[in-house]
T-cell receptor
């Protein structure tokens, strides 16, 4: 299987704290994408980082990519209760996507 | 602009029955995808269509067939449903090398 893994599987933090989740993947990539999924809903795209980039920011999100280690991390700063969701990385190889197993984030108000 | 729509939202089948899951997008995207999501497994790609008229197998294609009817529509067919196909099915589309847009999902139970 080419499916990636995410760490931790579950994370619980207080509102205002930062949340960091990590992703490992198995294949060479064109880009690495992060998605959020609220309970019972479809996935929503958060941020895309290309294989030749090392770090990218978007609002409260910061993503890093290390292609030599085949790993990425997503940092959410100043978390809010509305950030409670599952977060998935997706390794894009061109036409195909390989998703990680997800991190379930709970932000306690 | 509805984005990606899927029908039905829920379905219960008996083992051996067949059904087609429908997906449509109104964003003029070239590529369309079908995934299944099982607890603790993340999403796994079943089939994809890089452009109208082409389809290719993903990671878990066994037991499924697809049709890219036109640029807007991409359907997934289960010819003889099995309990192992109980899952939530998501359709997605994307333009060129960018992000995917997902539909709301179809929750399928096979008894």
């Amino acid at each position: 299987s080419q499916q990636g893994e995410e760490d931790p599987q579950a994370l619980s933090i207080q509102e205002g704290e930062n949340a960091t989740m990590n992703c490992s993947y198995k294949t060479s990539i064109n880009n690495l994408q992060w998605y959020r999924q609220n309970s019972g809903r479809g996935l929503v795209h958060l941020i895309l980082i290309r294989s030749n980039e090392r770090e990218k920011h978007s609002g409260r999100l910061r993503v890093t990519l290390d292609t030599s280690k085949k790993s990425s991390s997503l940092l959410i700063t100043a978390s809010r209760a509305a950030d409670t969701a599952s977060y998935f990385c997706a390794a894009n190889t061109g036409n195909q996507f390989y998703f990680g197993t997800g991190t379930s984030l709970t932000v306690i108000p | 602009n509805a984005g990606v729509t899927q029908t039905p939202k829920f379905q219960v089948l008996k083992t051996g029955q067949s059904m087609t899951l429908q997906c449509a997008q109104d964003m003029n995207h070239n590529s369309m995808y079908w995934y299944r999501q099982d607890p603790g497994m993340g999403l796994r790609l079943i089939y994809y269509s890089a452009s109208e008229g082409t389809t290719d197998k993903g990671e878990v294609p066994n037991g499924y067939n697809v049709s890219r009817l036109n640029k807007r529509e991409f359907s997934l067919r289960l010819e003889s449903a099995a309990p192992s196909q109980t899952s939530v099915y998501f359709c997605a589309s994307r333009l060129l090398e960018l992000e995917q847009y997902f539909g709301p999902g179809t929750r399928l139970t096979v008894t």
